[in-house]
């Protein structure tokens, strides 16, 4: 692997990295808050519905309240998408 952000690298040493979305924000600030207190500090959240760029923000605030998780973003297809996660707080 060429080159590796630090939050590939986190991923790699993590062993697994859930990914998820749901349309309902309190279903996927659940899902946050249950994967980092089952130990997982590298989640996804992938881009597949209309309320994903709604909903990041809300999971960005609360990881922001979990001491060393890294939040990712999935199902990227344009460069423009992905300027909107990271000024959203996506981890790179």
Known sequence: MRNP???IKKMHAGG?????FHPDAEVCL?????????GVRVIEMVNR?????AIFPKI???????PGI???AGTI????????FIDMGLNL
């Open 60 to 66: 960005r605030a609360a990881a922001e309240r979990l």
């Open 77 to 84: 297809y344009h460069p423009f998408e992905a300027e909107e």
């Open 16 to 20: 697994m990295m859930p990914i998820f």
């Open 49 to 53: 519905g209309k309320e994903a760029k």
């Open 70 to 72: 890294y939040l990712g």
């Open 5 to 7: 952000t630090p939050f």
């Open 30 to 38: 659940d899902l946050l808050h249950a994967a980092y207190e089952g």
